[in-house]
């Protein structure tokens, strides 16, 4: 059992940063391995803390029924790193100063969980999976345009718009999410034109959407074709949560997540109500309501391409996996405040940094971000951060309640204990991993761009 010391520089104002290096190969024994780097703050006061790891071993990718195939990820990526990619501009380290990050305030419950995965069902591109209150059945986002219902026996396809998409490596039909009441579903796709559009539907008692009920909420024009986001959830507020990547390219270049004017690097939040003027209503307490600092729709913003958000169903904190640039790979958490539900107004960083390293200059930071809790580096560890929710499921001992998250690029699968200061690896050679979801039953499911739906279960391994 590894040891490892972790220096803890305590100092008003400043980063904690937690380094849990090492290494393991399929089927090694490990604890916390890889490039990840817990980052929190602190008040007061220098020590150096040694941590023990848990005795658990991560399993191997191999499922108890069917086995995903391994090897290099699809070019059907959902965040290719730009071969022209430019190198951060300035500056290396921690950054001097932070806003507090939130911690979730579940208690540290997180042992040594072991898992292993089961085939559940084969679909073509599953980018995502949507509960519909009331309903037992799995509804899996196909990338190609469909929406299919698996209710444990059987495959039924209730949407389809494959004839109006587009369909580059990080375009589609790319989130789904339903009403509280169940009655409605909304999605995110790209247009041909490869503007991002979400839409209403009218959904029937089987699941099924009327495609001649569709009302178009919003759309934003996207000038790349990547960085899309794609995400939509209903929070604990019953509104809708949109997110929106910035634009795409490669750095930010027209400085679009920065700026809380433009839609694009925030994620929105809307009543799908329709108001006056409008097709849907913003919400009173939305930080730029009035118009007069930011666009009405934005909830927050600095991020370059949060892929997938997710709620915590007991703490209501809000887990946000942004995809990052170069080097580094995000995963931030807010929690409510006596300001609001989770995120109001909160900056993340980018295009100023990168993680916690500087990355475009000419962007300020304006002193009160909110970091990410944990980062990793592009190598073995991954490149496109896949994720990611609260474990609060029951069937799974010890895993209550980390952040499960993976990578399309490794194909690893962590639990992030941050309370307790760890990051688990669970399993490797997974095959491009697109999302990470809590399913109808409170369970994970993980899915592979590459067809399979696998639910996370309990081994004895």
């Known amino acids: 059992m590894m040891h490892r010391t972790l220096t803890i520089l305590r100092a008003l104002s400043m980063l904690v940063v937690v380094s849990l290096a090492g290494c393991a190969t399929n089927g090694e024994s490990a ?7 817990l ?6 006061g ?3 803390v040694t941590i023990s790891p848990s005795t658990g071993s991560p399993s191997t990718g191999s499922p108890s029924t069917g086995s ?10 959902n965040d290719p790193v730009p071969a022209d990619a430019p190198a951060p501009s300035t500056g290396t380290g921690v950054p001097a100063t932070s806003a507090a990050t939130a911690s979730p305030s579940g208690s540290p419950a997180v042992g040594d969980p072991s898992v292993g995965t089961e085939v559940v069902a084969e679909f073509t591109k599953p980018v995502d999976l949507a509960v519909r209150p009331g309903d037992d059945s799995f509804f899996v986002v196909q990338q190609s345009g469909q929406v299919v219902r698996f209710d444990g026996v059987a495959n039924t396809p209730v949407f389809d718009i494959a004839g109006r998409i587009s369909t580059g490596n990080e375009q589609g039909l790319l989130g789904l999410a339903f009403s509280p009441g169940g009655d409605r579903g909304y999605v995110d796709f790209t ?3 490869g503007t991002t559009t979400i ?8 699941g099924s959407f009327d495609m001649d009920t569709e009302r178009i909420l919003l759309t934003v024009d996207q000038p790349y074709s990547n960085h899309n986001g794609g995400d939509l959830m209903f929070g604990p507020d019953d509104l809708l949560y949109i997110t929106l990547g910035d634009g795409g390219s490669a750095g930010d270049p027209e400085r679009r997540a920065d700026d ?10 809307i009543d799908p109500t329709p108001g006056a003027d409008e097709p849907y209503t913003i919400p009173s307490d939305n930080p730029f309501a009035d118009g007069r600092d930011g666009a009405p729709e934005v909830w927050s913003f600095g991020l370059r391409n949060p892929w997938r958000i997710a709620f915590d169903a007991l703490t209501d904190e809000l887990w946000i996996a942004d995809v990052g640039q170069n080097l580094y790979e995000e995963v931030s958490v807010v929690a409510p405040s006596a300001d609001g539900p989770a995120g109001r107004g909160a900056d993340f960083g980018w295009s100023a940094f990168e993680g916690t ?9 304006p002193g009160d971000l909110v970091w990410p809790v944990l980062t990793y580096q592009h190598g073995d560890d991954g490149c496109s951060i896949s994720g990611g929710a609260p474990y609060r499921g029951s069937a799974i001992a010890d895993l209550e309640p980390a952040y499960v998250y993976s990578d399309f690029c490794s194909g690893r699968l962590w639990a992030l204990d941050l309370a307790g200061g760890r990051n688990l690896t669970l399993l490797d050679g997974l095959d491009s991993v697109s999302s990470v979801r809590e399913g109808p039953d409170g369970e994970l499911y993980i899915l592979q761009l590459s067809g399979s739906l696998l639910r996370l279960v309990p081994s004895s391994q």
């Open 31 to 37: 604890d916390d391995i890889g490039s990840a780097i």
């Open 39 to 44: 980052v929190t703050t602190t008040s007061t």
């Open 46 to 48: 220098q020590s150096t």
């Open 68 to 77: 995903p195939s391994t090897g290099s990820p699809s070019t059907e990526t």
């Open 191 to 193: 247009d041909p034109a």
């Open 199 to 206: 839409a209403e539907y009218q959904v029937g008692a089987d």
């Open 260 to 269: 809380p004017t433009s839609l694009l690097g925030s994620i929105l939040r």
């Open 357 to 365: 390293e500087r990355f475009n200059a000419d962007v300020a930071d």
